[in-house]
């Protein structure tokens, strides 16, 4: 089993900058990829980065040369990197251990909240 604890949400003006990290525990040498999810009210859940074991990195557009994700393979840390955001971006960010397309493990979230 698979434990994931996020941190680093908060409240900040649009432009800003907010690094999340998520320590991960438990079984995790199944692990292929993990990411970075986000859900605003109303609205589902969709990821926003991942990161393979081997380090490949995707994102989704709408965040794309302004969000970076990476892993501390030795602190079992997985970090997003949030620059330049935007109020479009205020959502709970959860993050994620894949198993192929399977979501094997979920954070509890944390809260980001950008004003405008």
Not at 9 to 37: E, H, N, P
Not at 43 to 59: E, F, P
Not at 68 to 97: F, G, P
């Amino acid at each position: 089993q698979v434990q994931l604890v996020e941190s680093g949400g908060g409240l900040v003006q649009a432009g800003g900058s907010l690094r999340l990290s998520c320590t991960v525990s438990g079984i995790i040498f199944s692990i292929d990829a993990m990411g970075w999810y986000r859900q605003a009210p109303g609205k589902q859940r969709d990821v926003v980065a991942l990161i393979t074991s081997g380090g490949a990195t995707n994102y989704a557009d709408s965040v794309k040369g302004r969000f970076t994700i990476s892993r501390d393979n030795v602190k079992n840390t997985v970090y997003l990197q949030m620059n330049s955001l935007k109020a479009e971006d205020t959502a709970v960010y959860h993050c994620a251990a894949r198993r192929g397309a399977f979501v094997a493990a979920w954070g509890q979230g944390t809260q980001v909240t950008v004003s405008s």
